[in-house]
């Protein structure tokens, strides 16, 4: 019993020499987050809007240890919050604090895609069944009257209807659309722009997307007209059968991926009619990178890649002449702003949907990506590409 009795006191003894190492290590982990916050001028439990209030101790160690899986998924059960989210990444992107904190997942994940070729036709399938086929009633509660899942433009627009249908007359009038024009759409979001190029500019659409609720969608908004939709892999228009007047790709080389670049403009060029344009509608990194966000990679965009200037001209040495390149990356920040509104307001009818972790995870993704387009760490490109073989382009605005 003796024995017995001294074994338990020394297990106690341990227990509490753990508990206080524990403690001193929780303390540790909070002073060394407050201290890399400190540098985007965020405080812990402070007053500022974009302050973090912290709900659970356990969130210093997680974020330490997991970098933004940590921040991320942490934020999704509730352990921290901030009331002015998008102002937290604001700040938190300008500071590039991502950079402070380094952990074995996010190494793994680099070497990975430097590796690997994580976009190809199999895997490519993954983010439309994970996040484009989330339920349509989500998207129409989010989005405009037309669907338009990519950035709005804001000239002149005081609703996001009007952005909306602004950015599709933009895209048809720098390609230059006219009656009886043949469009070849790669990665055709919910069909709006095949609708609107078709009934309001008389031209004839093939849309290309592997996303099974956009295609169905777009398939009973164009009823009627000269559009057809191929639910396939954008690889698999080289299939068809005739080149096209104009070609336009939105919201598609985000997918992409950095090791198949090359080919999408070599299959974009091919496709084309001499003469022609080529519109790339797409998010643009400051910097070239191989890897997304591990956050953003796990929970919204597996596989994603936002493309860099670099990379992209790269791409297209020797195949393409570069007439116009328009920037208006601020614009995405105003049109995640009205969506997120947009969500807030539908959200009674959607939780028994979706459920509450899935709120505070659309929250997370919307706002950091506002926060990112107000930081001016992510752009939105339009490019108008010809062949070379025009006399002159006029840019429009």
Same mark, same amino acid.
């Given at each position: 019993?003796? %024995?017995?009795s001294t074994?338990d @006191?020394?297990?106690?003894?341990? &227990?509490? $020499? ?6 001193? &290590? ?8 407050a201290?890399?916050l *400190? #540098?985007?001028g965020?405080?812990?439990n ?7 209030q912290v709900?659970?101790?356990?969130f210093?160690? =997680?974020?330490?240890?997991e970098?933004?899986i @940590?921040l991320?998924?942490?934020?999704? $059960?509730?352990?921290w ?6 102002e937290f990444?604001t700040r938190f992107r300008r *500071?590039?604090?991502?950079s ?10 680099i070497l ?11 895997? !490519?399938?993954?983010?439309a069944?994970e ?6 009633q989500l998207?129409q509660?989010?989005?405009d009257?037309?669907?338009?899942y990519?950035?709005? +433009? ?11 249908e602004?950015k599709? =007359?933009?895209?048809c009038?720098?390609? =230059? ?12 979001g919910f069909?709006?722009?095949a609708?609107f190029?078709?009934k309001e ?5 093939? &849309?290309?997307n592997?996303s099974?609720?956009?295609v *169905? #969608? @777009?398939? $009973?908004?164009?009823? @009627?007209l000269?559009?057809?939709?191929? %639910?396939?892999? +954008?690889?698999? !228009? ?6 096209f007047?104009r070609v336009?790709?939105i919201?598609?080389?985000e997918?992409i991926?950095? /090791?198949?670049y090359r080919? #999408?403009?070599?299959l ?6 001499e003469h022609g344009?080529f519109?790339?509608?797409t998010?643009?990194a400051n910097e070239?990178y191989?890897y997304t966000?591990p ?8 596989n ?20 116009d390149?328009?920037n #208006?990356?601020?614009?995405?920040d105003?049109?995640l ?7 807030e307001? !539908?959200w009674d =009818?959607?939780?028994?949907i979706?459920?509450?972790?899935? +709120?505070?995870m659309? /929250?997370?993704?919307?706002?950091a990506?506002a926060? &990112?387009f107000? !930081?001016r760490?992510l752009?939105?490109w339009?490019v108008?590409l ?12």
């Amino acid at each position: 019993m003796r %024995q017995t009795s001294t074994f338990d @006191g020394w297990q106690k003894s341990q &227990s509490r $020499d753990a508990d206080k190492q524990r403690v001193w &290590s929780d303390s540790a982990a909070a002073r060394k987050v407050a201290e890399i916050l *400190a #540098f985007a001028g965020i405080g812990v439990n402070g007053s500022q809007p974009w302050d973090i209030q912290v709900h659970d101790e356990r969130f210093y160690n =997680r974020v330490l240890g997991e970098a933004s899986i @940590g921040l991320g998924e942490s934020y999704m $059960d509730g352990w921290w919050d901030a009331q002015a989210l998008d102002e937290f990444f604001t700040r938190f992107r300008r *500071a590039d604090l991502a950079s402070k904190v380094h952990d074995l997942k996010t190494v793994l994940l680099i070497l990975k895609t430097r590796v690997l070729n994580l976009q190809t036709m199999h895997r !490519a399938k993954q983010v439309a069944q994970e996040h484009y086929d989330l339920g349509n009633q989500l998207y129409q509660a989010m989005l405009d009257r037309r669907m338009q899942y990519t950035c709005a +433009y804001w000239k002149e627009a005081t609703t996001l209807d009007e952005a909306q249908e602004n950015k599709l =007359r933009l895209i048809c009038r720098k390609l =230059r659309l006219a009656p009886g024009m043949t469009l070849l759409e790669l990665g055709g979001g919910f069909g709006g722009l095949a609708h609107f190029a078709a009934k309001e500019y008389g031209c004839e659409v093939v &849309s290309y997307n592997i996303s099974r609720e956009q295609v *169905a #969608f @777009g398939r $009973d908004l164009c009823q @009627g007209l000269p559009v057809r939709f191929e %639910q396939k892999d +954008y690889r698999e !228009a080289a299939h068809e059968t005739h080149r096209f007047d104009r070609v336009v790709s939105i919201g598609l080389c985000e997918h992409i991926g950095h /090791k198949n670049y090359r080919q #999408f403009m070599e299959l974009t060029h091919d496709r084309l009619k001499e003469h022609g344009f080529f519109l790339l509608h797409t998010i643009g990194a400051n910097e070239s990178y191989s890897y997304t966000d591990p956050w953003i990679n796990k929970y919204i965009f597996p596989n994603g890649l936002i493309p860099s200037m670099a990379q992209l001209t790269t791409a297209w040495e020797g195949l393409w002449v570069a007439e116009d390149w328009h920037n #208006f990356g601020p614009d995405y920040d105003r049109t995640l702003t009205a969506w997120w509104k947009n969500f807030e307001q !539908a959200w009674d =009818r959607l939780r028994g949907i979706y459920g509450d972790r899935f +709120y505070r995870m659309w /929250k997370y993704y919307l706002m950091a990506s506002a926060g &990112s387009f107000r !930081a001016r760490k992510l752009q939105l490109w339009q490019v108008v590409l010809s062949k070379g073989d025009i006399s002159s382009y006029t840019p429009v605005r």
